[in-house]
Each structure stands twice: as structure tokens, then as C-alpha cells.
């Protein structure tokens, strides 16, 4: 009875002792790496939700900050030809600024070859961002000293093009600007666009040069 007494108390003297012992260190190991997996998917959730709309932030505003230039490009090369007539100008001078006449064509869906125009590098790197497409058409010309017929009210066209390679595809439409991480239609239509008509104010016949050039089938778009 004795010896079982003793044993019991020694049982329990042993458990008392496992009670107390320190845990094991791999004992929480499994639960520490649940939750280092459980962070690097969200993480990696999170990044692929905002990678998509910062791409399209930045491209928006690159675009944006083209569309800009190209427009300030445009006014420069109208107001050039603009100054040329104001003065004493020929036929060979104008077509060295607008070297191309589409007649009687609507300016707005004129189709206008990729050369000639003018390659800009506006950052300058060495490296062409834009072309520059200058036109004209419905135009009322006057003899000028030398018998030559030089225009002198005609419709201007600008067209200013993102340069990628010298054979891309040119198409008269003006580029949709939205919110967006692709070039899209900007590879082959304009970003910035602008008609006008320019007159030589000091050209005899003006009036009645003014009163030609405002029949409706010689509208500018």
C-alpha cells in the first residue's frame, strides 16, 4: 500500500513538473509562417491593384504633356506663314513653309503623304518626336510682277503627328486624349490640329480677293 503511495505521489510530482517545462520553439513555428505568407499575398494584391492605375497616371500625363508641345507647334508653324504674308513673298517662298496644296479638297479629310514635313526634335537628344504637316488648299490667287499666279487667300492646315518611324500611317482624324496607359490611336492620328484661312492684306484686289475666298464652297473647315 505503501509502495503505491509513493509511486502516486511521484506521478504526480512528474506532471506538475511537464506543466511547467518552456514550450518548444517550433512549437509556433508553423503560425509564424501562415502569417509571413498571409502578408506577402496581400502585399502582393495591393501591388498589382495600384501598379495599374499609376501606369496609367504616368502615360496619361506624358500624353497630356505632348499634346501640349504638339499645340504650341502647330500656332508656331501658323504664325510663320502668316508673317510671310504679310510682307513681300513668291510662290517658291510659300512652298517652302507649305509645301503641300490639296486644291479644292475639305482640308479636315485631306489625305496628306508623310513627306513632305518637318521632323522636330524638341527636347533635343538627337531624336525626332514630332511631325510637323503644313498645307494648304481653296486658295484665290493673284499675277504676281512676274506673271507667276501666287496665292494670296488660301486655307491652312496643321497637323501635328507623334514621330515613330519614317513609313508610319498618317490619317487626318485628330487623336482621342483620355485616360490611358497605351498610345492608341496617337500612332497614325494627329495630336493637335488647327485650320485656318490666311490672307495678304496688302495684295490689290483684296476686297474682292476677301469676297472669292468667302463663297461657301471656299470655307475652311
Known sequence: MLGKSKLRHKQLSYLRKIRFLPK???????LTLLESLVAILVVSAVITAI?????????????????EQAKQLAQGAVDRVRRLVEG???????????????????????????SPSQLVDINGDDKKDFRVQVFRGKQVTQLAGDGTPLPVNFCLGVRVYVYFNDGQTLEP??????WTSALGSQQRRPLAVMYTRVAAGDATNALANYNAAAAPNMACP
Not at 173 to 178: D, G, I, N, V, Y
Open 173 to 178: 482624324q485628330p487623336a482621342r486624349l483620355t
Open 24 to 30: 518548444s520553439p517550433n512549437s509556433e513555428a508553423g
Open 51 to 67: 501598379t495599374g492605375p499609376i501606369m496609367a497616371s504616368v502615360a496619361t500625363r506624358v500624353q497630356n504633356r505632348r499634346a
Open 88 to 114: 513681300n513673298y513668291t510662290v517658291e517662298a510659300l512652298n517652302r513653309f507649305v509645301p503641300v496644296n490639296v486644291g479644292d479638297s475639305n482640308l479636315s479629310q485631306a489625305s496628306v503623304p508623310a
